[in-house]
């Protein structure tokens, strides 16, 4: 089975902290995005990456950067966190291509207070 | 950028009623997918359409994918309490070379009263 896994599912962070989000999957995806969830909105897309060190903005990146350092690993930093940012964060990966199925991690529910 | 519009927001049925979630994007897609995700829960890949005019069952559920190539439905026949969840339908959009992204559609809430 496809394995994409969050580092945790609930986090609680105060304003203007640093917080990162781990996502690790275990099937040589070339692929890895990451969402954010908020009710009424659906999943936006942050920012994904197609291979190691490459990355491409998605709808909603202000505010949020990414590492991809090994292909297996996919992190979502947020450099100062604020209020707004509280939500649900789901990570995904996919093999590499167009419309290939895209597997999702638990989810992060982060709360900044 | 692309769009994907999805309708209705939310649905409410009584159990045994049909469902139907329509899905609309502003470009024509290569294909589309479709996820659910059970209340507390994560996205989980439903099926893809390709070809325009495909239609394709999953036991109660069908999807059908536009002539144009621009539209999706999802039908579900006499709703089971199981039922309940997020639809999403996503398209990918190509971002300049090979590289697709996935972009979703925002969603339809399916409850449904036993």
């Known amino acids: 089975d496809v394995k994409v896994t969050q580092s945790s599912r609930y986090l609680v962070k105060r304003t203007g902290e640093k917080v990162f989000l781990e996502c690790v999957q275990d099937m040589d995806h070339e692929n890895m995005f990451w969402y954010r969830q908020d009710p009424g909105l659906g999943l936006r897309l942050i920012y994904f990456?197609?291979?190691?060190?490459?990355?491409e903005k998605g709808d909603i990146p202000e505010g949020y950067s990414v590492s991809r350092e090994k292909k297996e690993r996919f992190s979502l930093i947020l450099e100062s966190a604020s209020t707004n940012q509280t939500s649900m964060y789901l990570c995904?990966?996919?093999?590499?291509?167009?419309?290939?199925?895209?597997?999702f991690g638990q989810g992060t529910r982060l709360t900044v207070v | 950028g692309q769009q994907v519009m999805q309708i209705p927001q939310y649905q409410h049925v009584q159990e045994g009623e049909d469902f139907t979630t329509y899905c609309n994007s502003s470009?024509?897609?290569?294909?589309i997918q479709w996820y659910k995700q059970r209340p507390g829960g994560h996205p989980v890949f439903l099926i893809q359409l390709v070809k325009s005019g495909e239609v394709k069952k999953q036991k109660r559920l069908t999807f059908q994918f536009g002539e144009a190539k621009k539209n999706s439905s999802l039908h579900i026949t006499a709703t089971q309490t199981t039922d309940v969840g997020t639809y999403f339908c996503?398209?990918?959009?190509?971002?300049?070379?090979?590289?697709?992204?996935?972009?979703f559609g925002k969603g339809t809430l399916l409850t449904v009263n036993p």
């Open positions: 990456s197609y291979d190691v060190k490459m990355k």
């Open positions: 470009t024509t897609l290569s294909n």
């Open positions: 996503a398209g990918p959009w190509n971002s300049g070379g090979s590289n697709y992204k996935l972009t």
């Open positions: 995904a990966s996919s093999l590499a291509g167009y419309g290939t199925e895209a597997f």
